[in-house]
């Protein structure tokens, strides 16, 4: 089974092939670029070098947040309308959940900590540890703290193994805590498509029209709109 993974939840972007499980190829960008501009091109590179055409492709996966809400909204537009053109089931996974799958880096036993920079001190976060061969969920997607986060990860007393564009910024708060933490090699430490299609293989797809972002925040628009009413 072919499936097409897109990733556009942050500053970076990328997309991916895999076949039955296995990279085929990998698309990535931290050019700073809009993705709106690069995603969709960067989706045509990649099949055209791959010589696996869309109509091929059984199942197209994208990431739909938490994250950058025009991020978000790119990367869920760029997914539907690929799946409709050729009507292709689709499948939308967390970004915290395909993050976690940079954890098979992990030492054995490290709690697996993504977490992306939410602002207004806040990071988007979810925990998970490395099951038989996978990431199970000890926790929901959440926007939190920063201190509440430490108190948090404070109780498990294992290796923290930080993931995502926030993982630099926790691992220096963590150091602070005396808590044990460690990032990835770089081409591991942000967000990517691969990881998208992986939380896809044990889940079920649908259509397109039901493919919804997941954001976990109101947008900075709508709290000022909410402040307004008020």
Same mark, same amino acid.
């Given at each position: 089974?072919?499936?097409?993974?897109?990733?556009?939840?942050?500053?970076?972007?990328?997309?991916?092939?895999?076949?039955? %499980?296995? +990279? =085929? *190829?990998?698309?990535?960008?931290?050019?700073?670029?809009?993705?709106?501009?690069? @995603?969709?091109?960067? $989706?045509?590179?990649?099949?055209?070098?791959?010589?696996?055409?869309?109509?091929?492709?059984?199942?197209?996966?994208?990431?739909?947040?938490?994250?950058?809400?025009?991020?978000?909204?790119?990367?869920?537009?760029?997914?539907?309308?690929?799946?409709?053109?050729?009507?292709?089931?689709?499948?939308?996974?967390?970004?915290?959940?395909?993050?976690?799958?940079?954890?098979?880096?992990?030492?054995? %036993?490290? +709690? =697996? *900590?993504?977490?992306?920079?939410?602002?207004?001190?806040?990071?988007?976060?979810? @925990?998970?540890?490395? $099951?038989?061969?996978?990431?199970?969920?000890?926790?929901?997607?959440?926007?939190?703290?920063?201190?509440?986060?430490?108190?948090?990860?404070?109780?498990?007393?294992?290796?923290?193994?930080?993931?995502?564009?926030?993982?630099?910024?926790?691992?220096?708060?963590?150091?602070?805590?005396?808590?044990?933490?460690?990032?990835?090699?770089?081409?591991?430490?942000?967000?990517?498509?691969?990881?998208?299609?992986?939380?896809?293989?044990?889940?079920?797809?649908?259509?397109?029209?039901?493919?919804?972002?997941?954001?976990?925040?109101?947008?900075?628009?709508?709290?000022?709109?909410?402040?307004?009413?008020?």
């Amino acid at each position: 089974m072919f499936v097409l993974a897109l990733e556009s939840t942050a500053k970076s972007a990328s997309v991916a092939l895999c076949r039955d %499980g296995e +990279l =085929i *190829c990998q698309y990535y960008q931290n050019s700073g670029l809009t993705h709106s501009r690069t @995603l969709l091109p960067m $989706v045509r590179d990649m099949l055209k070098n791959s010589e696996v055409s869309l109509d091929e492709v059984d199942l197209i996966a994208v990431a739909i947040g938490p994250g950058s809400f025009t991020g978000v909204r790119i990367g869920v537009s760029a997914a539907k309308g690929l799946a409709w053109a050729k009507d292709k089931p689709v499948l939308g996974v967390s970004t915290l959940e395909a993050m976690a799958w940079h954890g098979m880096a992990a030492p054995e %036993g490290a +709690l =697996i *900590c993504p977490v992306m920079d939410a602002r207004r001190n806040q990071v988007y976060n979810a @925990l998970f540890e490395f $099951v038989d061969g996978k990431p199970r969920r000890l926790c929901a997607d959440r926007a939190v703290s920063m201190d509440d986060l430490v108190d948090e990860i404070k109780k498990y007393e294992k290796m923290n193994f930080l993931i995502g564009d926030g993982a630099k910024l926790c691992y220096n708060y963590l150091k602070k805590f005396e808590l044990s933490a460690l990032l990835p090699p770089e081409p591991m430490l942000y967000q990517s498509a691969w990881g998208v299609a992986m939380a896809s293989l044990d889940k079920q797809p649908g259509a397109a029209g039901e493919l919804l972002p997941k954001y976990l925040r109101l947008s900075q628009a709508e709290r000022e709109r909410q402040e307004r009413m008020k």
